[in-house]
C-alpha cells in the first residue's frame, strides 16, 4: 500500500476528465484500491475516486464513518429525497461549499473481483456516494455549490478548513 499524490483543482485537467470502465480485475486494481483508501485515510477524507490519483478509471473509495466501501464501475440505480449539506474535497483544499444532494441513494456496481455489489446508504453515506461518483465524470463539487461555506467550516474546525 502506498499514498498517491492528490491531483488539485485547477492544477490537473484529470479531475475534468470522464473516467473508464474497469474491464479487468487484476491485481492491479486491487492495488488502486488498497492506495486510495490508504491515500484517503491519510487526508482525513471521507472518499475519494480514481480520477483524484491520476487514474482515469471508475472506481471510488467511500468511508463515512460506518466502513470501507469500494466500488468499481458504481452506476446510480435510485436516489430520493433532498439534503443540503457542508462538502469539502481532497482536490480542493482549504475551502468548503454547501450542496443540495439526495437523502438516500442506491448504487450498483462491481467489487474488486468483478462480482456485482449494490450499496444503500443515506445521509453522509449517500452525499459521499454521490460527490465520489461525480468525480468520475470530471464533476467536482464547486460545480454544484449554492453556497461558499469555507468560513463556517474554518469556524467549526477551530480556524481551518479540511
Ligand atoms: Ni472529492
Redo the contacts with the bound molecule.
Keep these: 500500500m502506498a499514498i498517491r499524490a492528490i491531483r488539485i483543482i485547477d492544477e490537473d485537467d484529470v479531475l475534468r476528465k470522464h473516467a473508464r470502465k474497469v474491464e479487468k480485475f487484476d491485481d492491479r486494481l486491487a492495488e488502486l484500491l488498497d492506495d486510495m483508501a490508504e491515500t484517503m485515510r491519510a487526508g482525513d477524507g471521507a ?1 475519494l ?1 480514481a480520477p ?1 490519483v491520476g487514474v482515469l478509471k471508475r472506481a471510488v473509495v467511500v468511508d463515512a464513518g460506518e466502513a470501507l466501501i469500494e466500488i468499481v464501475n458504481p452506476e446510480l440505480v435510485s436516489s430520493e429525497g433532498e439534503i443540503t449539506v457542508i462538502e469539502g ?3 480542493v483544499p482549504g475551502r468548503a461549499g454547501r450542496v443540495v444532494r439526495p437523502e438516500k441513494v442506491t448504487v450498483k456496481g462491481q467489487n474488486r473481483k468483478g462480482e456485482d455489489i449494490e450499496v444503500s446508504g443515506e445521509g453522509m453515506l449517500a452525499v459521499c456516494l454521490c ?2 461518483l461525480d ?1 468520475l465524470d470530471g464533476i ?2 464547486v460545480d454544484k455549490m449554492i453556497a461558499d461555506a469555507t468560513e463556517e467550516m474554518r469556524q467549526r474546525n477551530g480556524g481551518e478548513a479540511k
Excluded: I, N, P, T
Design positions: 472518499g475516486a483524484q474535497c481532497l482536490s460527490h465520489e468525480h467536482l463539487y
